[in-house]
Structure formats: C-alpha cells, structure tokens
C-alpha cells in the first residue's frame, strides 16, 4: 500500500541545498511507489501566529487568512513528514517556525505520523545541528501524538547553492525516501 508523504521544505532558495535533498527524498517515496508532495514554503503566504487564541474557541480555525490552513490540512492527511530546514543561527528557518506555531489550534489533529528531518548546514559538525534537532522534535514528540521519528538526513558542510551534490547525504535522501 503506497504512503502519502508530505515534503515540507523550509529553503528560502529554490534548488538551494535543503531543496535538492527534499527532491532526492521525493525521488526515492516515488521510486518505491509513494506519492510524495513537496510544500515550498517560500512560496506560500504564512503569517505569525498572533497569539490571540481565537483558534482555541472557534473549531481550531485561525482568524488569518492565508495558506497555512491548506498545509495544515495536508500534515493531517499524511501518513509521513519530512521537515526540511537549513540551519540558521542553529535554529530552524523562521518559515519552519511561522507553520509549526500556526498550528496552535490544530496540532492535536496531527497524529500518528512518521516523520524525518532534513537539516542543512554550512557547519560540518553534525553534533552542533543538535539545537535543531531539539527545537524540531519539541514539536514532533511533545506536541504530536504517535509520532515516530525514521531518520535525520544531515547536509553539512554546504553553504553554495549546489554544494549537496557532492555530499553522500543525496544518497541518504534517496534511501530515506524509499524506505519511507
């Protein structure tokens, strides 16, 4: 039975290194008889949650109008996440950030979830992705029910567009992909 994997890719650059990886990881759910879609949240118009707690009283709707709703539909809908961020300043990328925080009023929903992580970094000491790791995972394991993280893609030591080509993370990606 094919998976629904949604992609969701956090990269302000289109073909940028987090990008290539997402499209390996894609090629690999294909590949293996998945459907797979990938999110550019570049994009898509998403707004900072106000904090105004509207969604708690109101069926977990947000009073914004934009395209968070949609994505978050979409998350509820997958059987797999792939969170796919560069790291900046050793956090995830502020588009990563503005979805999971606009999923306030609906992240009970979801559940159940196979996730990976794709991460992408200039530095080339895996150890130091670790604040990512645990800023993504906050979401993942203490605020998503069932939820079973299946791997982390590293792309590190790239800051060129282009750079991931030579890494064996591309590979990874397509592993993790077909494995998925």
């Known amino acids: 039975m094919s998976k629904k994997i949604l992609v969701i890719s ?24 998945n459907d797979a ?22 069926g977990g709707q947000c009073v914004q109008k934009d ?20 790291v900046y300043f050793y956090s995830m990328a502020a588009q990563m950030k503005a979805l999971i925080d606009r999923s306030v009023g609906r992240y009970t929903e979801i ?22 790791i645990n800023a993504l995972r906050g979401y993942t394991e203490m605020c998503l029910d069932g939820t079973n993280e299946k791997g982390i893609i ?11 080509n030579k890494k064996p993370s591309m590979k990874d990606a397509y592993e993790a992909g077909r494995k998925a």
């Open 111 to 132: 559940s159940n979830k196979d996730v990976y992580f794709i991460i992408t970094a200039a530095d080339s000491n895996k150890e130091n992705m670790q604040p990512t």
């Open 10 to 33: 956090a990269s302000p650059r289109k073909g940028g290194n987090s990008d290539a990886l997402c499209d390996e990881f894609i090629r690999g759910a294909t590949d293996a008889g």
């Open 154 to 164: 590293y792309g590190i030591g790239v800051w060129k567009k282009g750079e991931i």
């Open 67 to 86: 395209d968070a709703p949609e994505i978050i539909d979409k998350m509820t809908a997958a059987d797999v996440i792939v969170f796919s961020t560069p």
């Open 37 to 58: 879609e990938k999110i550019f949240l570049r994009d898509q118009k998403i707004n900072y949650c106000l904090g105004c707690e509207a969604c708690t009283s109101n």
